[in-house]
């Protein structure tokens, strides 16, 4: 049972064009969501979160929506850069007195070409 | 530091060899968390520190593997008599305490396991 489906395991983008990175999600408990980015042979780096009383949230060139009743959620980055590459993680996470443990995406590999 | 750190990087471990994969979380965060990444797939959850207590270990795989946090800050993750399905990243993550409501995480460079 995959809580949390990235359903495109690659996306390639011209650079200065708009990325955007798809995730959808089974589990109504879920009260935050958090998109990483992961280079080769390093960790995941947090980008931007989301709780799911929000619908929008935004950070310079990267922006989350959320759509609760689809139980879809969206990365959009504008523009692209090169160095935007790399593969992109969506989680969810449980919040209140939860401690927050968090369930991944497969991951997307975003490619952005100059 | 600034950051989590893990080590050792990377480990080639022989089929039955006991291993130790260490985190050092960032300092202040009383939560820490341990994720497997198999090649292609997401990390999942293993298992979840509050300070010294392990309030979580349902995602460990067998009773091969073991964690701990003693003084409630650097964890270990113990493998013993390693089998090749345990070739994946280690992940160890961290966070504040709970109470925020979006609790999150800050990960390590993972440790890459290849057992032969």
């Known amino acids: 049972d995959q809580q949390v489906k990235q359903n495109s395991p690659s996306l390639s983008v011209q650079e200065g064009r708009i990325s955007i990175l798809n995730c959808d999600y089974t589990?109504?408990?879920?009260?935050?969501f958090l998109w990483y980015k992961k280079y080769p042979a390093e960790g995941p780096t947090f980008l931007i979160s989301?709780?799911?009383?929000?619908d929008k949230n935004e950070d310079g060139r990267f922006t989350v929506f959320l759509n609760k009743s689809a139980k879809h959620l969206s990365l959009h980055i504008v523009p692209s850069q090169p160095g935007d590459s790399a593969v992109y993680f969506c989680?969810?996470?449980?919040?209140?007195?939860?401690?927050?443990?968090?369930?991944f995406g497969q991951g997307t590999i975003l490619t952005v070409h100059p | 530091g600034a950051g989590v750190s893990q080590s050792p990087r990377y480990k080639v471990a022989k089929r039955g060899q006991d291993v130790a994969l260490r985190c050092d979380p960032i300092?202040?965060?009383?939560?820490l968390f341990w994720y497997q990444q198999a090649l292609g797939q997401g990390p999942e959850f293993l298992t979840y520190?509050?300070?010294?207590?392990?309030?979580?270990k349902s995602g460990l795989p067998s009773d091969r593997f073991f964690a701990e946090r003693p003084e409630g800050s650097v964890s270990t993750l113990k493998i013993q008599r390693t089998q090749q399905e345990d070739s994946a990243v280690y992940l160890c993550?961290?966070?504040?305490?709970?109470?925020?409501?979006?609790?999150?995480?800050?990960f390590g460079p993972g440790t890459r396991l290849l057992v032969l």
């Open positions: 989680a969810g996470g449980a919040g209140g007195t939860s401690y927050g443990k968090l369930t």
């Open positions: 589990n109504s408990m879920f009260d935050y």
């Open positions: 520190f509050q300070n010294e207590a392990q309030l979580d």
């Open positions: 300092s202040g965060h009383v939560s």
């Open positions: 989301i709780s799911s009383i929000k």
């Open positions: 993550a961290s966070s504040l305490a709970a109470g925020t409501s979006v609790k999150t995480q800050y």
